[in-house]
């Protein structure tokens, strides 16, 4: 039986146990406050670095690339200005060589031994554009015409070469290129083929002629 009196050692292991719990509750209190702080802390440095990502970032300023000047298109030539060639074939080689003259154009014929007289071709063509004083040749069906050889003696001796030309003969000094002319051959009247040379002595009266 019991007799009401508390067994050896029960009260102390109480305090024991009271003092224990106390303790327990402080040591809990102390692991929340220090890992609330710990948290905060964290949460802190989040709102600091998410802040600061948040940032809108500076826009770099754009150069625009300067666009290539196309170059100027080669200026075209000029087209030739000047006289044409005018259509000559079929017509008589004396006709044709005149109108060439009235456009300034000087004139060669080259006879290809046929018959007739007319032009068969020109060099240049027809329509071509060419400049003042230009050759161009005349290529007549028929062989050279007998014509008569003008009489020039007494006659400027230019002036006597530009008609034996104009008849279609050849001229060669002999003498002078100036003056009078004092003696040809063949002598005038006389029949010639086209194309034949005609000398001429050329000076002056006192020069005489060989």
């Not at 329509?127 to 014509?147: C, D, E, F, K, Q």
Request: proline letters at 10%.
């Amino acid at each position: 039986m019991t007799d009401g009196n508390p067994a050896p050692g029960t009260g102390h292991d109480r305090l024991t146990l009271v003092l224990g719990a106390g303790l327990a509750t402080v040591l809990l209190a102390a692991i929340g406050a220090t890992t609330g702080w710990i948290l905060a802390g964290e949460d802190d440095r989040r709102a600091t670095s998410t802040g600061g990502a948040s940032a809108t970032p500076t826009a770099r300023p754009v150069t625009a690339t300067p666009s290539r000047s196309t170059p100027s298109a080669t200026p075209s030539r000029p087209a030739a200005t000047g006289p044409t060639v005018p259509d000559l074939v079929g017509r008589d080689f004396d006709d044709a060589r005149d109108e060439l003259e009235e456009r300034g154009l000087r004139w060669r014929l080259v006879f290809q031994g046929g018959s007739g007289r007319a032009v068969e071709r020109t060099y240049p063509k027809a329509g071509t554009a060419v400049t003042p004083g230009r050759t161009v040749t005349l290529y007549v069906s028929g062989p050279p015409p007998v014509v008569r050889v003008p009489d020039v003696v007494d006659d400027d001796c230019d002036e006597a070469a530009e008609e034996l030309a104009r008849e279609g003969f050849r001229v060669v000094y002999t003498l002078r290129r100036s003056g009078k002319v004092l003696k040809q051959e063949p002598g005038g009247g006389s029949q010639a083929p086209w194309g034949d040379p005609v000398a001429l002595w050329c000076g002056e009266p006192a020069d005489g002629a060989p």
